[in-house]
């Protein structure tokens, strides 16, 4: 009999979501019985589907409701069907604002068989950890746009750590278009995240961070950014080296193995986290974690990759690892592991008969799963 449970809502989502979060879901429930332990999934429809059927995006009962989950594994949204941005602001960002997951962290390292775009120098690892803060920056929502040539918007932003109000005006000239987006970065918004870069940082023996940033053109953010997060690592005896996002991009393509956990705002490390996704052999065995003190969610970074959904060409992978990194975040240390194990141990034996397709290989879906169910051990 299984002494523990863990509950864990799932949001499928939209294109390849759907596949490869039921598909990754048995390799995850494989491994909690091996180490005794139990899922139960409570399943929510949100995505594309559901919102062309009802005109509902996210109510705020589900939000209530996931809050007393353990954790939270979600696949992908956006549909060609939808406007851009809808599913994405409506369900993305919205989860990851309303429980605060002020981390989203995001693995880059070399798998076995992977095919690498770059040459990594012989002897040297490729293993990063972008640590993204995940509820600042230009994410925080505030801007405007406008047709007429004139703006006047109203600002207003409610978080636990601060509230913003008031109003902006401008003039862009008579009927010429214009837009404005704002970003917000707050001390504790840097700290939180600087301290758990510092954490993971020592958890792998690592005695320095470098941190993205890009004060020679945006000195007021990210000059703040570089005081602050220099101060937090200061308490945690980490040393900090600072890169502008340019060069970091630059050094990334022609050096990765020279990286180990990097700390980035909200913008920056989403495309540091792709540029790395890519170098490390593609968005297939790319996961992702959004952290907080509340609900924290799994999702690989991939998109839903419509254009392929429901064919078997989408590679399971990087939705397990982000299972695995859940499976982690539960205290599970043990089963996320053997996932882990599980994964390397079928891409070391995988031939071109079943290496997923991403990778040059006819393993589909379906089929990866099932092999990598069979190596946990
Ligand atoms: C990601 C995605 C999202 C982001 C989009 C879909 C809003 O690119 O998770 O990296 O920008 O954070
Ligand atoms: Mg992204």
């Known amino acids: ?145 406008t047709e007429t040539g004139y703006i006047k918007e109203k600002l207003e932003l409610q978080r636990n750590l601060y509230s913003f109000k008031g109003q902006i005006s401008g003039n862009f000239n008579t009927k010429t278009r214009g837009a404005f987006q704002m970003g917000i970065a707050s001390e504790p918004g840097i700290r939180r995240v600087t301290t758990y870069a510092c954490k993971e940082a020592e958890r792998r023996g690592d005695s320095s961070i470098t941190l993205v940033s890009k004060s020679n053109a945006l000195p007021q953010m990210y000059g703040f950014w570089e005081e602050v997060t220099r101060d937090e690592a200061s308490i945690h005896n980490m040393k900090v080296s600072i890169m502008n996002v340019d060069a970091m991009c630059y050094h990334l393509v022609r050096n990765p193995s020279a990286f180990n956990v990097i700390v980035a705002p909200n913008m920056f490390g989403d495309i540091v986290s792709d540029l790395l996704a890519g170098l490390s052999g593609g968005l297939g065995v790319a996961a992702g974690a959004d952290i907080g003190d509340s609900l924290s969610m799994f999702e690989p970074i991939h998109g839903s990759a419509p254009d392929i959904a429901g064919t078997g060409k989408a590679n399971p992978i990087a939705a397990l690892l982000s299972g695995a990194l859940m499976l982690a975040h ?14 390397c141990s079928f891409l070391e034996k995988a031939d071109s008969r079943n290496l997923p397709m991403e990778f040059g290989g006819n393993g589909t879906t379906f089929s990866v799963i099932e092999a990598i169910c069979k190596q946990i051990d």
């Not at 139990?38 to 409701?65: C, H, M, Q, V």
């Not at 996931?66 to 599913?87: E, Q």
């Not at 539960?330 to 994964?343: M, Y």
Request: hydrophobic share 40%.
């Open 1 to 145: 009999m299984n002494s523990k449970k863990y509950t864990l809502a799932r949001i499928p989502g939209d294109g390849i979501g759907p596949e490869v979060i039921y598909e990754a879901s048995k390799v995850l429930e494989a491994a909690a019985s091996k180490s005794n332990f139990a899922i139960e999934w409570i399943d929510y429809p949100f995505g594309a589907d559901y919102y062309l059927r009802t005109n509902e995006i996210l109510p705020d009962s589900a939000l209530k409701e996931m809050a007393s989950c353990d954790a939270l594994f979600l696949g992908a949204v956006g549909d060609p069907r939808v406007k851009p941005g809808i599913l994405e602001r409506g369900i993305l960002l919205t989860l990851r604002f309303y429980f605060d997951q002020y981390v989203n962290l995001r693995p880059a390292k070399r798998y076995p068989k992977v095919p690498l775009p770059i040459q990594i120098e012989a002897g040297k690892e490729f293993n990063t950890l972008v640590v993204r803060e995940n509820t600042e920056d230009f994410y925080v929502g505030i801007g405007g746009i």
């Open 330 to 343: 539960l205290g599970e240390r043990e089963a996320a592991h053997s996932v882990e194990r599980a994964v």
